[in-house]
């Protein structure tokens, strides 16, 4: 019921995560977060480490199926913001894993952790949001979902991005440096027009407002929101 090939993932980079202290949160837990969770705890022991792992609940809307005029099915599934990502991370978490959110809630949540944004907070969930919304499918922003690729000089193996995010809700879009793709104004751009159907983006904490959004260079392969 989970992403088998994240415990594979996690195999080959927990011990460097936990040496470096960068965090990990996923939404690899599908229909068992508990179960991944689990599994993670296994193969940190089998490793050797001493990692926190936590796991997100409250999207599996089965049992209020019939309620909810789904009589009958095999999944209900409601998608979740940031809050329950943010409260692992302060109770100490290591990894995260979470079943239903949306794409954007795997940033919104550790920024809520950072900064220590409430839900009232809505201009800075808001931005989170839309960084997350930049980032939520890797390099689509660095150029793969550009309808100018052939300006990009190296498209083969484009970086994936990264989202620098400020305590005002804003952010800057980079990349490792010395990696193929691009982030410009063009491909970010781009990014955020993907998968919407209007000015209002709708999430589970905030709905971000895009014709309020700026997008401007901040340099080579910097991108501020």
């Known amino acids: 019921g989970y992403a088998r090939t994240f415990v594979r993932q996690l195999e080959d ?9 960068v965090k990990i949160v996923a939404n690899a837990g599908g229909l068992n977060p508990a179960g991944l969770a689990a599994k993670l705890r296994e193969v940190a022991k089998s490793l050797g480490l001493d ?3 936590a ?6 809307l089965l049992p ?15 998608y979740l913001g940031g809050f329950g990502i943010a409260a692992c991370l302060t109770a100490g978490a290591d990894v995260v894993v979470t079943g239903r959110v949306t794409d954007a809630s795997l940033v919104v949540g550790p920024a809520v952790a950072r900064f220590g ?13 839309v960084a997350g919304h930049v980032i939520e499918c890797g390099a689509q922003a660095t150029g793969g979902n550009y309808a100018f690729f052939t300006e990009i000089a190296d498209l083969r193996r484009p970086g994936f991005p990264i989202a620098e995010l400020h305590a005002d809700g804003s952010s800057v879009i980079t990349k ?36 309020s959004v700026t997008v401007a260079q901040d340099g080579p392969g910097r991108v501020r929101v």
């Not at 944004?117 to 989170?128: E, I």
């Open 176 to 211: 490792h440096p010395g990696t193929g793709g691009a982030v410009s104004v063009g491909t970010v751009t781009a990014q955020l027009l993907y998968e919407i159907s209007g000015h209002r983006y709708p999430n589970p904490d905030a709905t971000a407002r895009l014709d």
């Open 117 to 129: 944004w409430g839900p009232a907070d809505h201009d800075q969930l808001a931005g989170a949001v």
């Open 64 to 78: 209020r199926a019939a309620e909810l005029g789904f009589a009958g099915a095999l999944t209900a599934n409601a």
């Open 51 to 53: 990692a926190a792992i």
């Open 55 to 60: 796991h997100v609940e409250g999207d599996d």
């Open 13 to 21: 980079c927990l011990g460097l995560a936990l040496e470096r202290d």
